[in-house]
């Protein structure tokens, strides 16, 4: 591109009116280590590399130490480095005793690339062409597609349509602005303290469990935290507290898998959990770095083994509840044939879980650790059990088909029969967990099975059925129903 300059010296009306919305030349002296209370969050956009730029999802508190340079008497104070997605009503400032705020406006930096400067309105810039000579030099006015707004020493304005670069102070952080005005009774440096709320951070967990081989069901277990910076701006050295729960708000990707091996015997510092009024909160140990656009993985619990357990689940039907009983013969007539069966993982909760995805892995022959798959965790308290459907088993293939039906509306009783076809063509025997919901009418019993049912409620059935290797196996049963005159 061919850069050109345009150059204006406005008159005194306009500095006045940019002096007031700009305000004067006092800023920050830098930045402090940052708390940051972040917000369970569940947008995959959020933790993968889709979308561009400061992201609307997500959501934490920020509690910042600021040094200010205030000046004695009535001015316009700038403190910068807000994110880009800073919530404006959200914002406070408090400088302690001995400064006054009158009023603060929020200045939002612009998310497109041209106006990436925008954050930077009150600092002093120097504006270089592209044979390297200085354009204009001066307090940063205003930033945008278009060009920038400098005003110079002798406080006229310029406006640069064209440059190379920019040069900031060493200490400039950029970002949107909380301009005060403040009366402050005499100069020096202040500690601000800062509160705001942004979104584009959230953090989810992330739980590896690797299935150990062999008959029995045991896995090693590895919850992490994986937290999202999609505000718009860095965290360096940060004190961070996760808050899991789902608190009211205004507002599945595999990741690379390393075999852990041999659980280590010196544990790293683990999170000290507390509560925060109904939800759970995780205070990480040390101080953690949040670059922006960066998801950062943390433990959330030492890695541990735990018995498991597999099922392979073949479910017909829900459970609900019929007004009156259903006599017609062609509900729940639900024949099929080779349907696919569920494979899936359970076990009890060692500790807290807050929702995440877990990811199941197993060792291979050749010795690398492969996604067998993954689901999602809802909120479980410790001593739940937690329950993943990690996909369909190639092996396993079920058929049913509804072998009687009958009504006697004199006697108010109804009879269906139903058979399964378990098909296993691989080389292991496989215990497959049938459950039904019988669902015409509330009253009901099991008049006969060929396998007898492992578990039994008003509104399900199961039936542990054993399919040997490379053959089949069948289950009958036989439901009765009962209801009264008035029911019909």
Not at 66 to 79: A, E, I, W
Not at 242 to 255: D, K, T
Not at 407 to 424: P, Q
Request: glycine share 10%; hydrophobic share 40%.
């Amino acid at each position: 591109m061919q850069h050109r300059l345009l150059a204006a010296v406005l008159g005194a009306a306009l500095v006045g009116t940019v002096a007031c919305a700009a305000g004067d030349s006092s800023r920050t002296n830098g930045i402090g280590n940052a708390a940051l209370t972040i917000y369970h969050a569940d947008d995959d956009a959020l933790f993968s590399g889709d979308a561009q730029g400061a992201l609307d999802s997500g959501r934490a508190v920020v509690h910042e130490q600021r040094g200010v340079d205030v000046q004695s008497g009535r001015h316009t104070l700038r403190v910068g480095g807000l994110p880009a997605n800073v919530q404006p009503e959200a914002v406070t400032v408090d400088l302690g005793k001995g400064v006054d705020v009158l009023g603060r406006r929020i200045v939002l930096a612009r998310g497109n690339a041209d106006s990436a400067l925008s954050g930077h309105v009150g600092e002093h810039v120097v504006v270089t062409g592209s044979s390297g000579q200085t354009i204009a030099e001066g307090e940063l006015l205003g930033a945008d597609g278009s060009g920038l707004t400098v005003r110079g020493a002798n406080g006229g304005v310029i406006v640069v349509h064209d440059y190379a670069t920019v040069s900031l102070p060493p200490d400039a952080v950029g970002g949107g602005s909380a301009l005060l005005d403040v009366d402050a009774k005499s100069s020096g440096t202040f500690d601000a303290k800062l509160t705001y709320s942004t979104s584009g951070i959230g953090w989810r967990a992330a739980y590896d469990a690797v299935l150990a081989s062999g008959t029995a069901c045991r896995m090693q277990f590895d919850p992490q935290a994986s937290i999202a910076n999609r505000s718009g701006r860095d965290y360096e050295r940060a004190t961070v507290k996760l808050v899991a729960g789902q608190p009211n708000l205004a507002n599945g990707r595999v990741r690379a898998f390393a075999n852990k091996g041999v659980l280590a015997a010196a544990a790293a510092p683990m999170p000290r959990q507390g509560t925060l009024g109904d939800y759970r909160s995780y205070t990480l140990p040390g101080a953690v770095d949040l670059p922006d656009g960066t998801v950062t993985l943390t433990p959330l619990y030492a890695a541990s083994e735990l018995d498991c357990t597999r099922q392979y689940l073949l479910e017909a039907g829900n459970v609900w509840q019929p007004p009156k009983p259903l006599l017609d013969a062609n509900y729940n007539n639900d024949n099929y044939q080779d349907q696919p069966i569920a494979s899936t993982l359970s076990f009890v909760a060692p500790q807290a879980l807050p929702a995440g995805t877990l990811r199941a892995f197993t060792v291979d022959r050749d010795g690398a650790s492969e996604l067998l798959g993954e689901g999602q965790i809802p909120d479980t308290p410790a001593g739940q059990r937690a329950s993943v459907t990690l996909g369909e088993s190639f092996d396993l293939r079920a058929s049913r088909e509804r072998t009687a039906f009958t009504v006697d509306k004199s006697s108010h009783t109804m009879d269906e029969a139903f058979r399964v076809t378990l098909d296993n063509g691989g080389d292991t025997a496989r215990t497959v967990t049938v459950r039904e919901h019988p669902g015409r009418w509330s009253e009901w019993t099991l008049s006969s099975s060929s396998v007898k049912p492992d578990k039994q409620t008003p509104d399900t059935l199961e039936f542990a059925v054993n399919v040997p290797a490379r053959g089949k196996a069948t289950l009958d049963y036989k439901v009765r129903y009962t209801w009264l005159a008035k029911d019909e």
